[in-house]
């Protein structure tokens, strides 16, 4: 019993250990939103004119953190992060500069924020908020809230993700796909990967209901 603690322990500051180790930055480089909106053209076809997704397989853009933003079309740029969605738009981002790039992200982040609606599941909703405040010590599930904040905000210096309202079906193949450790692109991903390991299908299906509908009084 005690050795079966332990370990859990150790999983637990595993993961701390790693998410402490990501770089947080004194100052933020900031883009130029309206410089931004001139160059989105292409992904507003599957993001939305204003970020917001015409398809659940697609992410909201809107309201998400700039560096969040600008660090992944960054992967997508040198080809670190594959997605057969984003295949048809790689060539355009190979054309744009860094600073190109922060303005993309500073135009979304500026954009009204993808508000969702959880499917009133009693059960579902239930597991979902119990493993997004809490995880689950037994299975060496970490919570949510030490990264991705208790309302899903993210926090915009680390650049960890805003969660609230985000599409479910993509959640629940981004969850998936660091689970397979797939999605490895960037240090953030290490984190992913190990807090991702032991949620099943279903986890996965409810943690992602539950983000959907979560949003900011």
């Not at 992200?105 to 597991?127: C, I, M, R, T």
Request: contains cysteine.
């Amino acid at each position: 019993m005690l050795k079966t603690y332990l370990m859990i322990v150790l999983t637990f500051m595993s993961f701390g250990s790693l998410a402490s180790e990501i770089e947080i930055p004194d100052l933020l480089d900031v883009g130029d939103a309206k410089a931004g909106s001139a160059l989105v053209a292409q992904c507003a076809a599957c993001h939305g004119a204003q970020g917001k997704s015409i398809a659940s397989d697609w992410p909201n853009l809107a309201g998400q953190n700039q560096r969040y933003i600008a660090e992944q079309l960054k992967y997508f740029q040198q080809g670190e992060r594959e997605n057969v969605l984003m295949m048809s738009v790689i060539p355009y981002l190979k054309n744009l500069s860094d600073g190109e790039l922060l303005d993309i992200a500073a135009f979304y982040s500026s954009q009204p924020l993808a508000v969702g609606q959880a499917q009133d599941d009693e059960e579902l909703l239930a597991l979902g908020k119990s493993l997004y405040m809490a995880g689950d010590l037994k299975r060496g599930i970490p919570s949510c809230t030490a990264c991705h904040s208790i309302n899903g905000a993210g926090n915009a210096q680390a650049g960890f993700p805003r969660v609230s309202g985000q599409q479910k079906a993509y959640l629940i193949s981004t969850l998936k796909a660091y689970r397979s450790l797939e999605r490895d692109a960037g240090d953030y991903s290490l984190v992913m990967q190990s807090a991702s390991q032991n949620l099943k299908d279903k986890d996965i299906e409810a943690l992602a209901n539950y983000m959907h509908g979560l949003y900011q009084k």
